[in-house]
């Protein structure tokens, strides 16, 4: 750590000149990006007659690239300069955006144009995740990690509190016309672009670049599966991404086929999920090491009632009332996850192993938004968010069950005062001399802890 960086506070990483530059010109560009997707939400509707199966499609196009070309972002991110890759991937996502604005607002766009533009969108973000991802460890460093990846959800969460009611109004204003979010997302990339450009290199943390070879993306996949406790959170991103994270769909259609609201009521039903979000992430600058496994597991069964309450609300005003302890519980798991896995990941690997977990949990979404959004469609929008709860209550208490089987984990249960927790009972430690042995063939000092584990 730099001399003059303090470890402690909320907003120690903004101390850091290089992350101050990223974050300021990260909140002006995803304010942009959440005035496009809720004005492509509202865009899709328009165009298909509010159905919820096209809604839930042109979610999984712009995420089904994920799939296929996210390990190799992370394979270019360990390998190559990541801000210079970073300039041009948000250069190409501004392009994209500016086209769909030009469509628009010449009366020339058409449904089949709005999926083919989600889909290259997503071939763009695929790899610009995972590089994103890493790039923030080179920013701040590994002491300064878990408040960064905290204070990127909170900016993510406040560009989500301000970018959708910015949508509703601007499509509000513009008669049901569109094109003018589109448009704004298109010059938001530039600024993130000028910050890219006026870093000082020399201050980056930067990893030894990894030498071009075969077998990379192997390497990658063996090392996450040699550590189990990657393994878990995985998973758990898997589900909860797949069946759990589909609130850009299921609020769209809560507030259009439920409520009868309008697309600046959609807005606002959008910001208060993200100012529970944007709590949430507040709440996990405080945090300055690695998360438990416990944590993520109750976390995930928080969410999923919390997910599930939102879909037996009976109006829209208790409704949005709801949607905020979502949103806080949903970015609570969410930045525990990422920072357990960035950290628990080696600096040379960190990049293809980002790039997994940003398959796992953003590759479920082109089978999970499409399916919500059917059964929305066909059974009402409130079931997606109980089925969607009730899933991901099944994977915390599945998880808790790996858990307590690996780690020989009880749950206590309290009345008074009501409480609900996991102790993990020690492990049974071998006579000294076999113990020593074991270290010995393992290639450490006898005594010496193996961090991580």
């Known amino acids: 750590m730099s001399a003059g960086t303090s470890s402690t506070g909320a907003f ?50 712009q995420f089904a690239p994920t799939l296929l070309l996210s390990m190799y972002g992370g394979v270019l991110a360990d390998r190559y300069d990541k801000r210079r890759m970073l ?9 994209l955006a500016l086209v769909l604005a030009v469509l628009v607002a010449t009366d020339a766009v058409a449904l089949w144009h709005v999926f083919a533009l989600a889909g290259s969108l997503g071939a763009v973000a695929a790899v610009d995740a995972p590089v994103r991802q890493a790039f923030v460890s080179e920013l701040v460093g590994p002491e300064l990690l878990t408040n960064a990846v905290s204070l990127n959800s909170s900016i993510f969460n406040g560009a989500r509190l301000v970018g959708p009611s910015l949508a509703g109004l601007l499509i509000g204003a513009s008669g049901g016309d569109t094109a003018p979010a589109f448009a704004l997302n298109a010059a938001s990339f530039a600024c993130t ?100 496994q416990r944590f993520l597991v109750v976390s995930v069964v928080v969410f999923g009632l919390l997910t599930i309450a939102c879909g037996l609300m009976p109006g829209h005003v208790s409704f949005a009332v709801v949607l905020v302890p979502a949103g806080a519980a949903a970015l609570v798991f969410s930045v525990a996850n990422n920072s357990f896995v960035q950290l628990g990941a080696d600096p040379s690997m960190r990049g293809r192993v980002m790039a997994l977990y940003f398959v796992c949990f953003m ?44 780690h020989r984990v009880r749950l206590e249960a309290g009345l008074a005062p009501p409480r609900l927790r996991m102790r993990i009972a020690p492990r049974a430690v071998p006579p000294v001399p076999v113990r020593a042995a074991a270290e010995a063939a393992a290639g450490q000092a006898p005594g010496q802890q193996v961090a991580g584990r």
């Open 363 to 406: 590759g479920g979404t082109p089978l999970g938004a499409p399916l919500i959004g059917w059964v929305a469609e066909h059974l009402g929008a409130p079931w997606g968010f109980v089925i969607g709860g009730s899933i991901a209550v099944l994977a915390g208490l599945v998880a808790a069950a790996w858990l307590a089987r690996r």
């Open 87 to 95: 300039i041009a991937t948000q250069g190409l996502m501004g392009l």
């Open 193 to 292: 672009i000028a910050a890219l450009a006026v870093m000082r290199p020399e201050e980056l943390r930067r990893s030894t670049p990894v030498a071009r070879a075969r077998g990379q993306l192997r390497a990658g996949l063996a090392y996450t599966w040699a550590h189990p406790d990657l393994v878990l959170a995985m998973a758990l991103a898997f589900v909860i991404g797949t069946f759990a994270f589909n609130y850009q769909v299921t609020i769209a259609l809560m507030a259009r086929e439920v409520f009868g609201l309008g697309a600046q009521a959609f807005g606002l039903l959008s910001t208060c999920f993200a100012v529970g979000s944007l709590s949430g992430a507040l709440l996990s600058t405080r945090r300055s090491a690695r998360p438990r």
């Open 12 to 61: 120690r990483s903004l101390r850091v000149r290089n992350y101050r530059v990223y974050a300021s010109a990260n909140l002006v560009s995803l304010t942009g990006t959440w005035v496009q997707r809720i004005g492509q939400d509202w865009l899709v509707l328009q165009l298909s007659g509010g159905s919820g199966v096209a809604l839930g499609l042109v979610t999984a196009l």
